[in-house]
């Protein structure tokens, strides 16, 4: 099998291959069918933020490409969903100083997804990485599922210098706890190991 490929995308780009990617998430993800339209919404309108960038890795089929993972994000700022929840909850438990230090001048990691078949492979690595490289904020940060043991993506994380800002947080509307986590940028340079590895 040949070794996926990396690739930018633009805005363009991206809405136009946001149901091959959404075809990722799922395999990723295994969410209810039903989320999938209000998934598909929310990705259409992150890509009209600022500083929008995005990423995709395929393999190569005899008739063009198909993607197996993808990541992007934007630059957070308030009046973004996202954004306003964590801030306000970042006020409640450590201050105005503490939530400005982390979202102040942040970038977000919106989605970053590797199919299955895939993972394990240093894919969702060179994905974050790649986005995070030559960044002008000062950091970076997204949110995850929280569980026990640690997810292989939880571990990614750690392995480049995120850390829990929250943990077990239910965001409103119900679903499972994730974890917000932060790093400051430049990504730390961590050699690749086995446990680092998605």
């Known amino acids: 099998m040949r070794e996926p490929t990396l690739r930018e995308i633009d805005a363009r ?5 946001l149901s091959a990617l959404l075809e990722v998430y799922v395999a990723a993800m295994n969410p209810p069918r039903s989320q999938l339209p209000g998934r598909q919404a929310i990705m259409q309108r992150h890509a009209d933020h600022p500083r929008f960038r995005a990423f995709v890795v395929e393999r190569r089929r005899t008739l063009g490409s198909a993607p197996v993972g993808f990541i992007y994000g934007f630059h957070g700022s308030a009046g973004q969903w996202w954004h306003d929840v964590v801030e306000s ?9 503490h939530a400005d230090l982390w979202l102040g001048d942040a970038y977000e990691v919106a989605e970053l997804h590797v199919h299955p078949d895939y993972q394990g492979m240093g894919l969702g690595r060179k994905l974050l ?16 599922l929280d569980r026990q043991p640690e997810t292989p993506a939880h571990r ?3 392995s480049v210098g995120f850390v829990d800002l929250l943990s077990s947080f239910e965001f409103p509307g119900g679903g499972p706890p994730y974890a917000v986590m932060g790093a400051p940028l430049p990504l730390a340079r961590v050699p ?4 680092s590895r998605t």
């Open 13 to 17: 780009t991206f809405r136009r291959m």
């Open 89 to 97: 909850e970042l006020y409640a438990r450590g201050g105005r100083a």
């Open 129 to 144: 990485t790649t986005l995070c490289t030559d960044r002008p904020e000062s950091t970076v940060v997204l949110s995850t």
């Open 156 to 158: 990614l994380y750690r």
């Open 192 to 195: 690749l190991t086995e446990d």
